[in-house]
């Protein structure tokens, strides 16, 4: 019976339906291409893991005289050096089935083993490193994801489409948990958050302007070692669904199965380390969560409200007093603005509609002042040329517009109003 299952015959004689993996030409696993990739891989993961573990090893924090401190303190941020090393022996099993010649069936198995050890160990790191809840828990699911991947090669269709639905809903519902607590830390400690003036502010105000936490150095990191694990592993069933319907060859799968390997290994172990680096010199203490991202949210919005009306206070003060703050200027100077705005010494209150509505120059000439050494009288309005004094005595329907200084004429000629008749000297 087992030699007919093996064959791929039933019990009463009939074709089994043939597996995924049983369906997949292997002869690309000879390919140059293929051995220099698992080549590579297992240089640049073995390579990883002795810079990452010589780095942890002889770490020691600013100001603190402690030996193997990340064997005593905090030995979860060795998890790097486990996933590269971890993952370093599954290339090498690799290279050593292309040395001995055996099929390319094995390839998927050492991926598959690979994936189970270093897939929960990426998410309890990534969990461990930010202090997020329900660490175990994610990594399990995790573990669950890759179960279901495992299966779905092995299993005819259609229940391998059901193993491929329930690693799918495994996935989201693990992705996106992670992906809220994260956002929650990042916006708590790393984000331009403003401070909130709500009950509960003081417990959700943002670390970011304290000990350098919205620094670059710490910044980018972060959101590289994120950007690897929410992004570039979003990758992985999108090439299962592509190598299913044959859209991508086998080779072009395995060769970008190699990439994301590197990225989400290699990349994220580098990364996450120099944030844990930059964490401890800084001896900052990520705490536990006690807010929701909806918390957050509700804070930063109410602090976004509050500054666009400190923004819109600052604007009217600096037109009404010509400064933003007004404790930059005294309280008789406010005092005097607010009695007479137009009161700083050199500035005209009238405009030139102002002026042209209070002046009938439509219906009179202006004489030469020139000619008129002693000034002169025009429809009721008295012109002089001293220099002293502009007095204009204005007809009974304007009476009740008076000018508020009195200036000589060279003060009027200085004004940019344009007047049919007034002379180009004025």
């Not at 670059?216 to 959101?223: A, D, G, I």
């Not at 990364?271 to 900052?284: A, E, H, M, N, P």
């Amino acid at each position: 019976l087992l030699l007919q299952r093996t064959m791929g015959i039933g019990a009463d004689g009939a074709i089994l339906p043939a597996t995924f993996a049983e369906s997949i030409d292997y002869s690309f696993a000879a390919s140059p291409a293929v051995q220099v990739a698992d080549w590579a891989g297992a240089l640049i993961l073995l390579a990883t893991s002795l810079l990452l573990g010589s780095k942890l090893w002889t770490f020691k924090p600013e100001g603190k005289h402690v030996l193997y401190f990340f064997g005593y303190e905090r030995e979860t941020v060795m998890f790097p050096v486990y996933i590269t090393l971890f993952a370093f022996t599954s290339y090498y099993s690799k290279i050593c089935n292309h040395v001995s010649g055996v099929d390319g069936a094995k390839l998927y198995q050492y991926r598959y083993l690979d994936y189970m050890v270093t897939c929960p160990l990426l998410t309890l790191t990534l969990m461990a490193t930010l202090n997020l809840p329900y660490k175990f828990t994610s990594a399990v699911f995790m573990m669950l994801v890759i179960v279901s991947g495992f299966m779905s090669m092995y299993i005819p269709s259609p229940g391998r489409y059901l193993w491929f639905a329930l690693g799918m809903v495994l996935f989201m519902m693990t992705w996106y948990a992670i992906v809220i607590l994260a956002q929650v830390r990042f916006l708590q400690y790393f984000g331009k958050k403003h401070r909130s003036t709500s009950k509960r502010g003081a417990k959700r105000m943002s670390l970011a302007s304290k000990k350098g936490l919205r620094d670059k150095r710490l910044r980018s990191p972060m959101q590289t070692f994120l950007a690897t694990y929410f992004v570039v592993w979003i990758g992985y069933p999108i090439l299962w669904l592509l190598e299913d319907f044959n859209v991508l060859d086998h080779l072009v799968v395995y060769i970008c199965h190699v990439i994301f390997d590197l990225i989400t290994k290699v990349v994220f172990g580098f990364c996450i380390i120099r944030f844990q680096f930059v964490i401890d010199k800084l001896d900052v203490k990520l705490e536990d969560l006690k807010v929701t991202l909806n918390d957050m949210l509700d804070d930063y919005q109410e602090a976004v409200k509050e500054g666009k009306a400190a923004r819109r206070v600052k604007n009217k003060n600096l037109e009404k007093y010509g400064v933003e703050d007004l404790a930059e200027v005294s309280e008789k100077t406010i005092s005097s603005y607010d009695e007479d705005p137009h009161a700083d010494e050199g500035r005209y209150p009238y405009y030139e509609h102002e002026i042209s509505s209070h002046f009938p120059l439509q219906s009179q000439q202006f004489p030469d002042l020139q000619n008129m050494p002693g000034g002169g009288i025009n429809n009721g309005a008295v012109y002089t040329s001293q220099p002293d004094l502009y007095h204009s005595h204005l007809p009974s329907n304007t009476m009740e517009v008076a000018l508020e200084k009195s200036f000589n004429a060279q003060s009027l000629a200085s004004l940019p109003v344009k007047r049919n008749g007034l002379p180009s000297n004025m």
